[in-house]
Every structure is written in structure tokens, then in C-alpha cells.
């Protein structure tokens, strides 16, 4: 994916970081997934009282675009107001592999983009369908 794709896409992430549910921890978390046939779905992190039944933002967003029926993707951006990259939880990257493959994952903060990973290079090693 080429530098300006990737300006789009975490645009799109930092959009959809403004809807945030972050109630306890205040950290606000905004992603957005490109498909192949290059929609893009946003989500934002979600918290509640019990805590434990948060969901990430990449999380909302792949299970958001898989409710709409996008079932191929190519990459996901993640953006929060950090100077350090906020890379998906160990959660985030099963789902985003189960669902998404290789993914290319773009993580940045308000203002500048702070890395570009393959989610294999995130998830070496992972559990899937394919050893069921
Ligand atoms: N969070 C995300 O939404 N994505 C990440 O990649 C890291 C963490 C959320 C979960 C929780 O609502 C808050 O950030 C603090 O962990």
C-alpha cells in the first residue's frame, strides 16, 4: 500500500477514534480496515462497567465489516494520541488473522504515521482454522 492509501486509511481511523467509548481508562483508540475491493470500515474502542467486555477498536471494526458481508482485506490502521505506536492487543491480532490474513497494519497518532507491519511478523506462529 502506497503513502498516500495509507494517509487515507488512518484518516479514516482517526475519524473513528472521535466515537470512542472509553469511559474508564480515557485512552481513545480509532481503526480502520480496508477491504479488497477498497471499502473502509471504521471502529473505535468501547468500554463498559464490567470492564472485562471491552472491545477494541480493531476489533469493532472487523466484526463491523463482517457484519456488513466484507469477508477479503488488506490492511487495518490504528490510531491513538500517543507518541508511541499503539499496536493491537494480542486479542485484536488473532481475530484480525483469523478474519483478515496478512494484513498489512498501519499504526499511527494524531499526526504522523509511527510504523508499518505484516500482522504474520505481529502473530508468528498462530493458532487457526487451517490446524482444526
Ligand atoms: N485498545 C484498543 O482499542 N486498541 C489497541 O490496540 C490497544 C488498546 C483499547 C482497549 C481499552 O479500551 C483501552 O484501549 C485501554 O487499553
Redesign the pocket.
Known amino acids: 500500500m502506497g503513502a498516500s492509501d495509507r494517509a487515507a486509511l488512518v484518516a479514516a481511523a482517526r475519524a473513528a477514534r472521535a466515537h470512542a467509548v472509553?469511559t474508564f481508562?480515557g485512552?481513545t483508540?480509532g481503526?480502520a480496515l480496508e477491504t479488497a475491493d477498497g471499502t473502509v470500515v471504521g471502529g473505535c474502542?468501547i468500554?463498559n462497567a464490567t470492564y472485562g467486555l471491552?472491545l477494541?477498536?480493531?476489533r469493532v471494526a472487523m466484526f463491523k465489516a463482517l457484519s456488513e458481508g466484507h469477508r477479503h482485506f488488506v490492511a487495518v490502521a490504528?490510531v491513538?494520541d500517543t507518541d508511541a505506536p499503539?499496536?493491537?492487543?494480542g486479542a485484536?491480532r488473532q481475530i484480525l488473522w483469523e478474519f483478515g490474513g496478512d494484513l498489512e497494519v498501519v499504526l499511527a497518532n494524531l499526526t504522523v504515521e509511527t510504523g508499518v507491519h505484516r500482522l504474520g511478523d505481529l502473530l508468528p506462529l498462530p493458532f487457526d482454522a487451517r490446524l482444526l
Open positions: 472509553a481508562s485512552f483508540v481503526a474502542n468500554e471491552t477494541c477498536a480493531e490504528v491513538a499503539t499496536p493491537p492487543c485484536c
